[in-house]
């Protein structure tokens, strides 16, 4: 568990170290969609982390994409 928050710490680092010349010059807008993306990361790496079950990113996208996704598969299927 260790392993995995010192390489957590270092990945976000080597990403907010790339990515702070940019963001300095940035609009409102492109910081507010960043700092959004690095939110919904950071939690589901606490939920790899801990596995708290705090961010139920598969409860979600079957609720989005769950409905089209069973037609897709349904329309796979080899005839019988």
């Avoid at 170290?17 to 963001?23: E, G, I, M, S, Y």
């Avoid at 609009?27 to 079950?53: F, G, P």
Wanted: hydrophobic residues 50%; contains cysteine.
């Amino acid at each position: 568990m260790t392993g995995f928050i010192i390489l957590i710490f270092i990945l976000y680092g080597a990403i907010f170290t790339h990515d702070f010349k940019r963001l300095k010059g940035a609009q409102t807008r492109e910081r507010l969609v960043y700092a959004t993306l690095l939110t919904i990361t950071v939690l589901m790496s606490v939920d790899c982390i801990w596995h708290t079950k705090f961010f139920a990113m598969y409860d979600w996208a079957d609720y989005v994409f769950g409905n089209s996704s069973r037609r897709v598969v349904e329309m796979l299927k080899p005839s019988e």
